[in-house]
């Protein structure tokens, strides 16, 4: 098994591109997650989706959408980059519903915005 | 929503020595708490968590321990290892069938501690 992985690891963009970070797990995972990590914030979740074909809001969606294309698959796209999306992004899966609740990490996609 | 605070930012302990770590969280329907150990450029992995029900949680050198009167929990590492030497996050979160509702299963981390151990 692979587990949770990200694509790309690195990424540049300029001011106003766009890209999509993507997030596949083959854990069989009910809910997904994006997360940035920033130098003294620790993770802030960005969205979540609990089950297959829902999404919600975390604490910093402001820039970012988001896509569940299948139980596997959680996609994370930046419309408009802004410096201050410089990140390193993670995703995470979990089986939720139970009474404990591991997310396991992606490796992470670092991306500068210049 | 929750709020997690986390002291100190940085630790720095010689081998063989115990590190503390504390944590205070706000939402008081929060029942889960984990603690995430993240080496440099690696990803966070899990590596204790503990339920509202439980007052302690202990695995081999690490231990966590919960006050929920205080709402506050702490990780507990003894005779430390310079492999021991990582940032740790600490978490909570609402899990279990009967959450519900748009908290279910978010964690909200705390800013993290960034641990030294020196041989």
């Known amino acids: 098994n692979a587990g949770v992985t990200q694509t790309p690891k690195f990424q540049v963009l300029k001011t106003g591109q766009s890209m999509t970070l993507q997030c596949a797990q083959d854990?069989?995972?009910?809910?997904m997650y994006w997360y940035r990590q920033d130098p003294g914030m620790g993770l802030r979740l960005i969205y979540y989706?609990?089950?297959?074909?829902?999404?919600d809001k975390g604490e910093v969606p402001n820039g970012y959408n988001v896509s569940r294309l299948n139980k596997r698959e959680f996609s994370l796209r930046l419309e408009s980059a802004a410096p201050s999306q410089t990140s390193v992004y993670f995703c995470?899966?979990?089986f939720g519903g139970g009474t404990t609740d591991t997310q396991y990490f992606g490796p992470g996609t670092r991306l500068t915005v210049l | 929503g929750e709020n997690v605070e986390q002291h100190p930012s940085t630790l720095s302990v010689q081998e063989g020595d115990s590190a503390v770590i504390k944590c205070t969280y706000s939402?008081?329907?929060?029942?889960?708490f984990p603690w995430y150990k993240q080496e440099l450029g690696k990803r966070p992995q899990l590596i204790i968590d503990?339920?509202?029900?439980?007052g302690e949680k202990k695995d081999q050198r690490i231990a966590v321990t919960l006050n929920k009167t205080a709402k506050h929990f702490s990780l507990h590492i003894t005779e430390t290892q310079p492999e021991d030497s990582a940032v740790y996050f600490c978490?909570?979160?609402?899990?279990?069938?009967?959450?519900?509702?748009?908290?279910?299963?978010?964690?909200?981390f705390g800013q993290g501690t960034i641990l030294t151990v020196h041989p």
């Open positions: 995470a899966g979990s």
């Open positions: 854990m069989n995972h009910n809910s």
């Open positions: 989706s609990a089950s297959e074909g829902t999404t």
């Open positions: 939402d008081s329907a929060s029942n889960y």
């Open positions: 503990i339920r509202s029900n439980v």
């Open positions: 978490a909570a979160s609402r899990v279990g069938p009967h959450a519900g509702g748009t908290s279910y299963g978010k964690l909200t």
